[in-house]
């Protein structure tokens, strides 16, 4: 199990020998996924963008013709009424604050957990670190859709908590239908891969410099605090911004257990489209989520350069 | 703290955390066999196993399940194939464009997946891939990329070059050196690799649902229907049978998973 995990020194990737040949073979190697990518995702992006923008021509044709409510650029001037109009809907200003609120809860209760299981299994293993750590990556294969579903019932009217607080003679919140599922359905699925990730680089922080800071006389919690933490700083903000990207832009688990409204942005971007048929306020709701989620993206391409220069590949 | 009282309080919120991952999955698997359930009961009146019958007597569901098992191993397979030799040669060579690629595939991971569907949707008009298997094998093999490109690509990196370096010198051509050398050794991130994908293909319900509905339902995409309009039992039992390739995978890679492979492949280097 974790346990397992070794130190490896992080692997400097360094180029073969005939540089030229390897150049043009591992560009040709490369571009398979690339193409796929620009094609299938770059391509889309950059026409939906042009929709948001007011820009019905060409491709936009059909969807623009199809959908209600479409602003339209004049001429080559793209026009910002389709994102003016979303900025002072009420209701989905609400969305905002309620997506932003619940990636922030959901991601820093993910990360404590994770930290503190990796922290565990660290300094005292055994039986129960082993169980912690086999747990928390439970909920990564069970399929999303199960796990609201699953996540909703029990926590509903007549779910599990409810029923034992009823035997009890207590009462206890309905917390279907309402962001508190959300966050917990939000936490139950990011859980395995935050875990994965920071309890890994949490086992890599070698031994011999906890053993030096404890000679030293340091405390455990200053053990934890000034060495082991800092020195897997870089897989915890990895973590941590997969975990916030992950949940910004999530679906299933507010579609299913969520109130009505207000909801996560990943809903209304189903129920504009579908529901509404106005597909370009979806599209400018994904990339306005897009813009948040490309803000988190920097830190994590901050952290990994910051990684391969202390490793000295850069 | 005394050791006893740190010890007692570490089980407690053992015991609280196996609560809230298993409790749910217990509380839903139960109702599968429940012929009917009083509240505030802790277990059902009655057990029965006629909303399995249910399950298997419906063709729709059936056609389901076969479905997202065509679906999934052939995801694996075309991503393995378009991004395999990519994972080796991020891990091997150094060439124009390396990094802008690595960070190509994470830019795309992040943009939300809701708002992908909703533009891929104009392309797959006009290209005529709505309802077809390929659109849908397409946003399948989408969700993997980030998966087949990172996890094998740390894999190969892994692979001391002393030992491919040493197998040349022994007189093995490239060919053999990769596969009985480098290969071997990225095998296990491979593998991690190639279920991530599978259980992502299986998972995929959104992108299936826009693409493929109703010509072509999925277990994940009639989950949304059955939840709505079958009885809470019926949906227990097709969840029970969607969980059961996801379980079996776990208990099969369970160690490579959590051996690291995963985390190593989060890391553009």
């Known amino acids: 199990m974790t346990a397992e995990v070794e130190a490896r020194p992080a692997v400097v990737v360094r180029p073969a020998a005939p540089a030229a040949a390897g150049q043009t073979r591992g560009l040709l190697m490369a571009l398979p996924p690339m193409v796929l990518i620009a094609f299938f995702i770059g391509f889309p992006v950059v026409l939906a963008f042009g929709f948001s923008l007011g820009f019905t021509g060409g491709l936009n044709r059909t969807v623009a013709l199809i959908g209600q409510n479409v602003h339209t650029a004049h001429g080559i001037v793209p026009t910002l009424s389709a994102y ?159 975990t916030a990207i992950g949940i910004l832009g999530s679906f299933t688990v507010p579609y299913f257990t969520g109130p009505n409204s207000p909801n996560m942005l990943g809903v209304d971007m189903s129920n504009y489209f579908s529901a509404f048929n106005q597909p370009q306020q979806a599209v400018v709701i994904a990339f306005i989520v897009f813009a948040i989620a490309s803000g988190i993206a920097a830190v994590y391409v901050w952290a990994n350069f910051r990684s391969a220069k202390e490793s000295g590949a850069v | ?144 990329v980030v998966f087949m490109t990172w996890i094998p690509a740390a894999a190969f990196a892994a692979v001391p070059r002393s030992l491919e370096e040493a197998a040349r010198d022994a007189g093995a051509s490239k060919l053999r050196t990769f596969f009985s050398v480098t290969l071997p050794m990225a095998l296990p991130g491979i593998l991690v690799a190639a279920i991530m994908s599978f259980l992502s293909s299986f998972d995929e319900a959104q992108g299936t649902y826009l693409v493929g509905a109703p010509d072509y339902m999925t277990m994940p995409t009639q989950m949304y229907s059955l939840v709505l309009n079958y009885p809470t039992q019926v949906a227990a039992v097709f969840s029970i049978l969607l969980a059961i390739p996801s379980v079996a995978l776990l208990l099969a890679a369970h160690k490579h998973i959590v051996g690291g492979h995963l985390a190593e492949g989060f890391q553009i280097k």
């Open chain 1, 84 to 242: 003016a109009e979303m900025f002072t809907n009420a209701r989905f200003l609400g969305d905002l604050v309620v997506t932003v609120v619940v990636t922030v809860v959901s991601t820093t209760v993910v990360i404590l957990l994770a930290v503190g299981i990796g922290l565990y299994l660290k300094f005292s293993g055994g039986l129960i670190g082993k169980l912690l750590s086999a747990l928390a990556v439970i909920p990564l294969f069970i399929p999303v859709v199960i796990a609201s579903w699953a996540i909703l019932g029990f926590y509903s009217a007549n779910g599990f908590l409810r029923s034992v607080a009823a035997n009890l003679g207590l009462g206890f919140p309905v917390w279907s239908y309402t962001l508190v599922t959300v966050v917990i359905g939000s936490v139950w699925t990011s859980l395995p891969f935050a875990t994965l990730l920071v309890t890994s680089g949490l086992q890599a922080v070698p031994q011999a410099m906890i053993d030096a800071a404890r000679d030293a006389g340091a405390s455990f919690w200053r053990v934890v605090g000034s060495v082991v933490v800092p020195m897997a700083g870089v897989p915890i903000i990895i973590a941590t911004t997969f």
């Open chain 2, 1 to 144: 703290m005394p050791r006893a009282l740190s010890r007692g309080v570490v089980v407690l919120l053992a015991a609280l955390l196996a609560l809230f991952i298993i409790g749910p999955l217990l509380w839903l698997a139960m109702r599968a066999f429940a012929a009917s359930w009083t509240y505030p009961d802790l277990l059902p009146d009655a057990w029965t196993f006629r909303w399995w019958s249910v399950v298997f007597s419906d063709r729709a569901l059936g056609v389901a399940v076969q479905n997202s098992l065509f679906f999934a191993p052939i995801t694996v397979l075309v991503s393995a194939v378009i991004c395999l030799p990519a994972a080796y040669a991020f891990a091997r060579f150094e060439f124009p464009g390396r990094r802008f690629f690595l960070i190509g595939v994470f830019a795309a991971n992040s943009f939300p997946k809701m708002g992908l569907f909703v533009s891929l949707a104009a392309l797959f008009y006009a290209l005529n891939l709505m309802n077809t298997i390929l659109g849908i094998l397409v946003v399948h093999v989408l969700g993997t």
